[in-house]
């Protein structure tokens, strides 16, 4: 079980890794002539309140730097992100950038769009790939990073033999991957700490529900839930309450993201620990696409950053928070 709940402030600021940028885009990025800047961008969809105000951000700060954006939800689907990509290649864009909902899969339409001499930015969520050569940056949070964080509290809080189930991000998508790899390899300082159930629920508030009904069915004794983000944290507070437990007490949450309604739970004593995840790219994302249609080096890697709130914190920062 847990011991009483002890506060502990960390804040984690990553400045961006400055590397000149491996990524080639077949050459020398289109020459804009100075014109107006064109990108598509291929979002992965609308599953979350992260996601919402990741696509609010893209969306005004392309406005504000002038810059003419195509925006495409792909509905969480790999091959609606994949055909939105091959459109921008199509209409010539200036650049593209998207956030790939899954890891893999990726090197055919990137080398379509490196022949036809558009620069690539992921933002948001990376690829695995072995051809850096691929894309010109990678903007976007250390998902391991956030996954240790999460198990680093749980270390800090947790004593005697303790059960958690975890909620993960979909299926083959980096943030899940990351998440779950920093958590475990943070967790195994603690034997008596252990994961006896883990299952996608898709970044969504539905589909931690779901499975959060399901765990609680079939797990005799469940005394932390670890979710990849708040919406599927928010989700399992519905399961836990319609089993006639009491979120935050009979079983603690632990969740990523930090969007208003997850900050709310957290500080109505419903969550007890979120990892945040920063949805602000947007003005860092039409900087790096200024510099990359200009041919200018960029780092082949930006790490966002940002922290972590405990129950006090959250009332704190709620007032301030912007989305
Ligand atoms: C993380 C992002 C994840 C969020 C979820 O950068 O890709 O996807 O944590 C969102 O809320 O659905």
Redesign the pocket.
């Known amino acids: 079980m847990l011991k009483k709940i002890t506060t502990v402030a960390s804040v984690v600021l990553l400045s961006a890794l400055t590397a000149c940028s491996s990524g080639g885009g077949g050459g020398t990025a289109p020459s804009n002539g100075g014109g107006t800047i064109t990108m598509g961008f291929a979002q ?1 969809g609308a ?5 919402t105000a990741n696509t609010k951000s893209i969306q005004d700060e392309a406005k504000a730097a002038g810059i003419d954006l195509k925006f495409s939800d792909a509905q969480q689907k790999q091959e609606n992100q994949i055909k939105a990509i091959r459109s921008y290649i199509q209409q010539k864009v200036s650049v593209i950038a998207f ?1 790939p909902v899954v890891e893999t899969g990726w090197d055919t339409v990137l080398l379509e769009a490196k022949r036809a001499n558009i620069p690539v930015i992921l933002t ?2 990376s690829i695995d790939s072995d051809d850096t050569s691929l894309y010109k940056t990678f903007l ?2 250390d ?1 391991v990073e956030e996954g240790r964080k999460a198990g680093d509290w749980l270390v800090a809080n947790a004593s005697g033999p303790t059960t958690v189930v975890e909620l993960q ?1 979909t299926t083959g ?1 980096a ?1 899940a991957n990351d998440r779950k790899k920093g958590f475990e390899e943070k967790i195994a300082a603690k034997p008596d700490i252990k994961v006896v159930a883990s299952q996608t629920g898709d ?1 969504t508030r539905s589909g931690g529900k779901q499975v959060m009904e399901a765990f609680l069915k079939s797990q005799p004794k469940i005394d932390v839930v670890y979710a ?4 599927m944290g928010l989700g399992a507070i519905e399961a836990i309450k319609a089993a006639g437990k009491v979120p935050g007490k009979d079983i603690k949450i632990i969740t ?2 930090a969007v208003k309604d997850g900050m709310t739970a957290l500080a109505n004593g419903e969550i007890n620990f979120i990892v945040e ?1 920063n ?1 602000l790219l947007g003005k860092q994302l039409m900087d790096l696409a200024k510099k990359v249609v200009a041919g200018e080096d960029v780092p082949a890697r930006v790490v966002t950053e940002e922290g972590t709130f405990t129950q006090e914190q959250a009332k704190t920062a709620l007032p301030q928070r912007q989305y």
């Open positions: 992965v599953e979350s309140g992260w996601r956030s948001d969520r976007g949070s998902f991000g998508a943030p970044f990849h983000n708040d919406d990523v993201d995840c949805p």
